[in-house]
Structure formats: structure tokens, C-alpha cells
């Protein structure tokens, strides 16, 4: 089963982002932030991590960097949840290694969409 | 696919509201380079944002897109923290807490003073030292959004896509670009395989291919840019209409071949950024209120899990032996069955703990508002103040929390209003300046005490006095002591406010306060130097509905005292027991003497001389620093019960505060062990009358 991170620190976007995943037909982690993700990353090998950018503890920028330099995960997927409509922190995403991006604010269908897109 | 998002709102707005308190009490001690509290106070406007525009709430989106982005400037150091900006942050938490209420209540929002503060937002953001682009950018990538509209250009599209070596390092897979343009229809695809090196060469995470497609779709430039937004900059791109290429264009196809093709248009200059702010439809039915939610720590969850696990086999095993005692007895089961109901009632009352821990919450649920109040009261009445919490931590109750909040609100303006003097005033009399209020709350055996302190003018006690006496609530020349005048302010009625201010004379007086405290099974008690300052001391039950009791026999009939009050119980010592003129009997309990009541005779149930005094056991009880010797008939045991209210069933009795049932179906009343002390009082010559004639028998 294709295994999705979704790292969030609102919990109502995270669920929203879970539960459409899951009904999705795909399994999910969820963590609340960058270094919860990064742990949890690391405890097993995920798909595609989806990452908000700002969030306490470790920011989704960081997060894309670290999972980046871990060898398993160099070329997995991962896509940045963004509200910034600029195009400084797509860049700054992408710098860090991150796939793409999908714009807050997202519908579901949106959300399956991009992901599908990713994974295939 | 369709997912109702409005099962989500609950928690969006639970957290925005969280979010929201945040950014108030970091607000409110913000110092201007305290970097880590702007960076809180931004994720929490960020996160509102941006559920607030998945959710559907695009009004709240909106708005709260301007504070972000002042609060935006001020983290990146563009915008210094001024005092006014606080207040307009301060001002703008409020109007988004208003706007999230109304939409969550659906009551009627006063929109003036939101599009108010939402203009004031956009002078600051103009005025600031802020680059105006990002204030603007919100409205203009929506407008951007609508105004995009698919072009003309029809018939396919030729697409020309060399990605650099390093594209997958990414996470990019061309493949699932080629991917996405199929779903805007036919596609052919030619793969240029010249930039492979030799075998040798060859580094299996490199990209050395390019391709060529031909889209025959009705589509737009702008949606095929889209696809490859993702890799725009790590590949040249080329998009063109069909109409203007002819498969006859050799030399470009060999240049193709070649990797050498450079578009005319650099690479990325037909990607635009495309904020996708696609409006999620609003839910319908977004007012379904405040179910009464409460967030639970998951570790409590897994407790109550596991324990509903203990009780599950707790149950099959009784189920076996139940099963077995139906083939015969034998004595090992009913020892059998005797330790699994032991387990069934260990099973029971830790789960019944759990449950109720559940709705245990710490008192900072109350305490949060006080920081803002506090620091508007301080601005409105040009007095200083300071606010002092301690013992936020302290749980009780959800029921009991929401139900003193409102008093406590009450007590602080009380405290600011007529406790604090103004700075002058304060100074003259020696004092700081500034005027400290403490809000502390801790556990006291099984009560929560709420003080409410302040460092003020203390109580006018002759000012009191005077208006008691105006106002007809004592007859005039009437001595009171310094606790009964104290009292006199929960008297309903009772103002001394010089003038009616915007905090008091709002109808509600001190006299609700007492009474809701009391509809809790609290009190209220006053300490106050003039002068110096008051505290108003507030002891509350944990909880409403269940308590440790413990069973006592008078008269034949089965009581419950509350197992808290109990300080001991023991068998009477003869020469312990003396008689007090005009004050009843009293029991030397080590060094302290302790009136006796005789429970028999205050609760009308006298059965005459069944037991000696000295073959009777004593309860003695604590309540409000008072303590008391109950003469009981037996003890019974010890229990929880739950409590039902006698109001509901029968009406108030006096020395009683329920009912509960027991075991056995019988119904034994609980005592209020506060309630008995002050009918003893006014039972004391008859108590004594009675006994005294006893003892000396005895």
C-alpha cells in the first residue's frame, strides 16, 4: 500500500489531509511537525510527504533539506503545503530539494489530484 | 470522489480559537525583539488563515491575510512592534474570534467595526515600512484567478521538454509530467536520446533524455505551464501552438537532437506562478454551534482503552464461573467468584476515575482571559496593573469550570474597579504605582480554592456599614462584627460604586456571584484589610456528580458524609467529653476541643437512650475551618455515590445537601457537613438540655 507522511501542526488541516488520503485508499502518518516528521520518516520508509512550511519546532524548508540528505529518501516525492502565494517560498522549496508544491487553500479534490499526479 | 469537509470545521475552529488565545497572551507581553514570540504570534494568524480559506471561510481568510502579513514584515524585521500596533493586532483577534463566533453560531456580526480594523490594517500595512507588494498580493492572485480565462488558441499544442541531468534529485519524474499531459488528451511522444552518454558514463540517477510532444487538445499555454510548474528552471521548456509548426522544421529538430535547442523565450518564461485560490464551496449547514467539545489527551484515551480491556476479561472470567455455579457449588468458585468481583470493583472504580479525569481541565481555561482584560481595564480606567496566575495547572471540573468563570470575571473588575486606586493615589499612600491582582487556585483536600487577590483600598467598612443601613439591609446602631459587614456586599442589591461605570452597574451584583458559587456547592469568603487589599476566597467541589462518602448509621437509617469532611472517627473516651456552659459539650481531641453534635436530635430522628454516650462513635468533621464531633450510632463503610439532587425530586432540607443509592436500593441521604454546624447553632439549648441529662446518668 502506498504509504503517505503528512506533516502538519493544524490539526484540522491535518485531518482533512489524512481522512481525504485514507478514503484515497492510501495509508498515512501523520506528525505534527518537522521533527516529529523527520522521526517518523526515518522509522519507516513513506511514498510522498506532504509538509506545511511554518510550523513550530522544525519548519517544513528544514525538513525537505534533512529528509533530502538521507539516502532513502533522495528521490522520494515530497510536496510542500504552502499558504505563500509569492513565489519566495516555492523557491526556497525547491532549493531544499522539494518536489512541488499545492497552494493552500486546497479542496480534497484538489489535494487527490496533486498526489496522483506525483505517484501516478 | 467527494469528501465533506465540514466534519473538519469542529476542530478548525477549536484550534483557531486556540490560535487565537496564543497570539492574545503573546500579544500582551510582547516586547519588541522577543523574535520567537512574533514567529508564534505569525504561525498562529498563518495557520487561521489557511484553514480558515479550506474551510470555507473566506471572510476570515481574508482579514486575516492582512494580520499575517503586518505580522509577516515584523518577523522578517521590516516593521518594528510598536504599542499601537499591538492594540491593532489586539483589536484584530478579537474581530476574527468575533467573525469565527458568528459563523459558528450564526449570530449577526458587527461588520462595521470589522471592515473598521480591516482598514486600519491596510493604512498600517501602506504606512509601514513593509513592501506593499505582499499586502496586495492576496487580492491580486485571486483576481488574476478569475480573470484567467482559457484562450482562444485551439487545435494542440507542440511541447518541447529538456529537463537537466539533476531533475529527479527533486523528486521529479518526468514520466509523470508526460503523465499529466495525457489527461488533456492525445499525445505523441518523441524521446530524444542523443545526450546519453556510453554505458561507462552512465549515472542511473541522472536524466540524460529529452522529449517532444504533441498535444492535440483544447487546452491552454497557461495549463501546460502548469504541469510544469514543479520543474520550472530545472529544464527548458518550449510551449507552442500547433497552427504555427509544420513537422518540416529540420533544422530545429536537429537541434533538438543536439540538446541545443534554446527556446527564444528563456527557460521558465512561459511558467507563470499560478496560485491556485480556487474557492472551496461554503459549507451548508455551518452553524451547527458548539456541540460541547473537549479535547482529551490521548494518554488519558489509552488508560480508559485499557481499561475497558481489564474489564472485559474481568467479565468472561465471571461469566465462566457464573456457568460453573450452575453445574454445582463448590467452594472454590464462590472463592472464585469472590475475587473476580473484587476485580469487577477495582475494574470499576479506576475506570469510573478515568472517565472523570477526562473531564477534568486546568483551570488556565478561565485564567487565559484575565491577561487581556486586565490589560484593557488597565488603558479604559488609567489605572496601572498588574496580573499575577499562579497555579494555572490546577484541574476541575469542565461543568464546574464553565460555571465559575463568569464570577471569577466578576471578582477581577470588582478587584480593578474598587480595589485598585489610581497611580496618584497609590503613591500617596506609600504604595507602588502599579496596582498587582493574584489569580491563584490550588487543591485543598477535596476542594479547588480560587483566591482572587488584590494589593487595593481593601473594604470600606464603615462605608458599607452606611449603605447597608441606607439601603435597609441591617437596622441602623446594629453591631456587627468585621466578617458580618464583609458579608454584607453578597447582599442582593448592595452597590457602593460612586458612579455607575462601564465595569459595574451592569445588574449584576455580588449577590449572583455568591449564589452561583453556592449552586456549585462552593463558597465564598471575603479577607480584606483597609487599606492594604481584599481576597475574595472561592472553595469548589472537583466535581458534581460523584464523591467518596462515608456510611454512617443514626436512628436506623443510613447516612453519607462526605468522605473529605472526615478528619477521624473514633470511640468516644469518657473523660474527654466535657460540658461548656451555654456552649454544649465539647471533646478534647488531643489539645484541641471540638463541639459535639448529637446527629439523632438534629436530624428529628430522636429514638431515645438506645446506646450509652460512651458506647457511641464520634465523626469528627471539617468544613470551612470549622470542626465539629458528630455522635453517629455506627459506622458503616465506606463508598462512592453518586449524587442526586433533593431540590429536583423533594425540595431544599436544611443539613442536607442530596440523596444517592445505596447497594441495596435504598436511598440514604448525604449530609452537608456545613449545613449541620449551623443548624447546631440554633439547636444548641436543646441539644444540651437533652444530653446533659443523659451524661450525668452516664
Known amino acids: ?120 | 470522489m467527494s469528501i465533506d469537509i465540514s466534519q473538519f470545521i469542529q476542530t478548525f475552529l477549536e484550534e483557531s480559537f486556540e490560535g487565537l488565545d496564543t497570539m492574545e497572551s503573546l500579544l500582551l507581553t510582547l516586547s519588541a525583539d522577543d523574535s520567537e514570540s512574533i514567529d508564534a504570534i505569525f504561525r498562529a494568524a498563518h495557520s487561521i488563515k489557511g484553514g480558515a480559506g479550506t474551510f470555507g471561510f473566506g471572510e476570515v481568510a481574508h482579514f486575516t491575510h492582512g494580520v499575517e502579513t503586518l505580522l509577516d514584515e515584523a518577523r522578517a524585521g521590516r516593521r518594528l512592534v510598536s504599542p499601537e500596533m499591538v492594540t491593532l493586532l489586539l483589536a484584530s483577534v478579537d474581530c476574527v474570534r468575533s467573525m469565527l463566533v458568528a459563523a459558528r453560531d450564526g449570530t449577526t456580526l458587527d461588520r462595521a467595526r470589522v471592515a473598521a480594523i480591516g482598514r486600519d490594517i491596510e493604512t498600517s500595512l501602506k504606512s509601514g515600512v513593509g513592501d506593499q507588494a505582499t499586502s496586495d498580493q492576496f487580492a491580486k492572485s485571486s483576481a488574476e484567478n478569475t480573470s484567467r480565462q482559457p484562450s482562444a488558441e485551439r487545435n494542440g499544442w507542440r511541447i518541447v521538454f529538456i529537463p537537466e541531468v539533476n531533475v529527479m534529485r527533486s523528486g521529479n519524474d518526468p514520466l509523470r509530467l508526460l503523465q499529466a499531459l495525457e489527461e488533456f488528451g492525445e499525445i505523441k511522444v518523441t524521446c530524444h536520446t542523443a545526450g546519453l552518454p556510453s554505458f561507462d558514463d552512465l549515472n542511473p540517477e541522472e536524466c540524460y533524455l529529452a522529449w517532444e510532444i504533441l498535444l492535440e487538445a483544447d487546452t491552454t499555454r497557461d495549463s501546460i505551464a502548469e504541469v510544469f510548474e514543479w520543474v520550472d528552471g530545472q529544464c527548458e521548456l518550449t510551449i507552442e501552438p500547433l497552427s504555427e509548426f509544420t513537422e518540416t522544421m529540420p533544422q530545429e529538430n536537429s537541434k533538438l537532437h543536439a540538446h541545443l535547442d534554446v527556446p527564444e523565450e528563456g527557460p521558465g518564461s512561459t511558467i507563470q506562478d499560478s496560485a491556485i485560490v480556487e474557492k472551496v464551496a461554503p459549507t451548508a449547514n455551518r452553524n451547527r454551534g458548539d456541540s460541547g467539545s473537549i479535547r482529551v489527551n490521548t494518554d488519558k484515551i489509552d488508560a480508559l482503552i485499557n481499561m475497558v480491556g481489564e474489564l472485559v476479561i474481568t467479565q468472561s472470567m465471571l461469566g465462566q464461573l457464573g456457568l460453573k455455579l450452575q453445574s454445582g457449588t463448590n467452594e472454590q468458585c464462590i472463592e472464585g467468584l469472590l475475587e473476580g468481583l473484587a476485580q469487577l470493583e477495582r475494574n470499576t472504580r479506576e475506570l469510573q476515575e478515568n472517565v472523570m479525569s477526562i473531564r477534568m481541565l486546568p483551570i488556565s481555561f478561565a485564567f487565559n482571559r484575565f491577561p487581556r482584560m486586565i490589560h484593557d481595564l488597565s488603558e479604559s480606567l488609567g489605572k496601572q496593573l498588574k496580573l499575577k496566575l499562579t497555579g494555572e495547572q490546577t484541574e476541575l471540573d469542565k461543568n464546574v469550570l464553565e460555571k465559575i468563570t463568569d464570577p471569577l470575571v466578576h471578582l477581577v473588575r470588582n478587584a480593578v474597579d474598587h480595589g485598585i486606586e489610581t497611580p496618584d493615589v497609590r503613591v500617596t499612600a506609600g504604595k507602588p504605582a502599579v496596582g498587582t491582582v493574584h489569580l491563584n487556585a490550588y487543591h485543598k483536600g477535596g476542594n479547588i480554592v480560587i483566591e482572587i487577590s488584590d494589593d487595593g483600598a481593601g473594604l470600606n467598612k464603615a462605608r458599607i456599614l452606611a449603605k447597608a443601613v441606607e439601603r435597609g439591609l441591617v437596622p441602623a446602631g446594629q453591631a456587627l462584627t468585621d466578617e458580618q459587614i464583609n458579608d454584607l456586599i453578597f447582599a442582593a442589591g448592595f452597590s457602593t460604586a460612586d458612579a455607575v461605570s462601564d465595569l459595574s452597574g451592569r445588574g449584576v451584583g455580588m449577590d449572583v456571584v455568591r449564589r452561583n458559587i453556592k449552586a456549585l456547592g462552593g463558597s465564598v469568603e471575603i479577607l480584606s484589610r483597609e487599606g492594604h487589599g481584599s481576597s475574595f476566597i472561592i472553595r469548589l467541589p472537583l466535581t458534581l456528580s460523584i464523591m467518596d462518602g462515608q456510611l454512617i448509621e443514626v436512628a436506623n437509617q443510613s447516612y453519607v458524609i462526605p468522605l473529605i469532611s472526615i478528619v477521624e472517627s473514633l470511640q468516644v473516651q469518657q473523660d474527654s467529653v466535657k460540658s461548656v456552659a451555654g456552649r454544649g459539650m465539647v471533646y478534647r481531641l488531643r489539645d484541641e476541643y471540638i463541639p459535639v453534635l448529637f446527629m439523632q436530635e438534629l436530624l428529628g430522628t430522636y429514638i431515645g437512650n438506645s446506646k450509652q454516650l460512651t458506647d457511641s462513635l464520634l465523626v469528627v468533621v471539617e468544613t470551612e475551618g470549622q470542626r465539629a464531633a458528630l455522635v453517629v450510632d455506627d459506622l458503616l463503610g465506606q463508598q462512592q455515590v453518586v449524587i442526586k439532587a433533593l431540590e429536583t425530586n423533594f425540595k431544599k432540607v436544611a443539613g442536607l445537601s442530596g440523596a444517592t443509592i445505596l447497594g441495596d436500593g435504598t436511598v440514604a441521604l448525604i449530609l452537608d457537613v456545613s449545613g449541620i454546624i449551623s443548624l447546631s447553632r440554633h439547636n444548641l439549648g436543646l441539644t444540651r438540655s437533652i444530653r446533659t441529662e443523659e451524661i450525668k446518668a452516664a
Open chain 1, 1 to 120: 500500500m502506498t504509504k503517505i507522511l503528512a506533516v502538519d501542526d493544524s490539526n484540522s488541516l491535518r485531518q482533512m489531509v489524512v481522512f481525504t488520503l485514507k478514503q484515497s485508499g492510501y495509508d498515512v502518518v501523520e506528525a505534527r511537525n518537522g521533527t516529529e516528521g523527520l522521526q517518523k520518516a526515518k522509522a519507516g520508509q513513506v511514498d510522498l510527504v506532504l509538509t506545511d512550511v511554518n510550523m513550530p519546532e522544525m519548519d517544513g524548508i528544514t525538513l525537505v533539506r534533512e529528509l533530502r540528505a538521507l539516502p532513502s529518501y533522495k528521490f522520494t516525492p515530497i510536496l510542500v503545503l504552502t499558504t505563500e502565494a509569492g513565489t519566495d517560498k516555492k523557491q526556497e522549496g525547491r532549493a531544499a530539494g522539494a518536489t512541488g508544491w499545492l497552494v493552500k487553500p486546497f479542496s480534497p479534490d484538489q489535494l487527490i489530484a496533486t498526489v496522483k499526479r506525483v505517484l501516478g
